[in-house]
Structure formats: C-alpha cells, structure tokens
C-alpha cells in the first residue's frame, strides 16, 4: 500500500525519493563491463584507432598526435565531446566546423579560378594548328620559283615554320 501511495505522488520513478526507489535502480551507476579495467595497451590502441579516423576524415588537419593534439586551443571543448561518446573526428568536426568550412570553401575557389585561368579548355576542333597555315597557291608558285628542286613537303614545312 504504501508503494501505491508513493506511486500516486510520483508517478515517475525518476521523481521518487532515493530511498524509495527499488534497488535494481539504486544500482545503475557505470560499472565496468566484464569487471575489469582497460589495460594501458588497451587506451594506447583505442586512442591511435581514434586518431587515425581524425586524420583520414580531415587529412589535412596537421595533426600528428594525440600529444599534439591536446595542445590546441579547442582541446578542452573536443575532450568534453570525445568524453560523452562521440567518436574523436565527429568532435573535431563539431569543435573546428567553422574552420573546416572556411578551408574548404578557400580550397574551392582556388581550383575554380585556377580551372578559369588555365587553357585546358581551349582545345581545337579538328585538324592541328599547322594544317591551318596551308601554303596559298600564290606562295606556292613562288616557292617553286625561287627553289625548283624543293618538293611539296620541304615548301610546306618552310612556309609553317615561318609563322
């Protein structure tokens, strides 16, 4: 009766009082899965895992290692991410987010303006520069005038390395 009377005043269990509330509840802290605590190996490995996700989503962040990387201004706000569950690059991401989107913006711009400087996009269409300079019929008549022993190609050649 008296847990009824508890359960009208509080029909949440998160409202009951500490002392009321069943035990199963009462021992809900974070316990260690499998009773054990992670060996030094074992936090060394997990943080080079979670390291090595930063660099390959944000290669050109610069960091090297954790060291390193808990010198930046932002480690304190990246730990406090990294802490509650977030994997590492997420909270890099989240902690650097207006950075990142300015790098990538700037890297952008640079390769449209170098993409609209660049010649790449000028190609002919069909045939090569030199077939354009054909030797006119006049030129050529003169050509044979001045070297009779000179054949087609040797006219031709001569006249296009003239231009």
Known sequence: MEN???NAV???SEEMP???MPKEVMQTEEQPVGGAEPTAEEIGGFIREELGKLIKHYPDCGITSFKELMTKPYAKELLHYWSRGV???KAYGIV???EIYQQRTNEERQRALNSM???SHLRSIGGSPRAERAVPVEVMQQYREFFPDW???QIIKDYQSRF
């Open 18 to 20: 500490i002392g009321n």
């Open 4 to 6: 009824n009377e508890n």
């Open 87 to 89: 994997p590492l690059y």
């Open 151 to 153: 054949s087609d190609g």
């Open 117 to 119: 400087r660049s010649k």
């Open 10 to 12: 509080y029909p949440n």
């Open 96 to 98: 650097n987010a207006e």
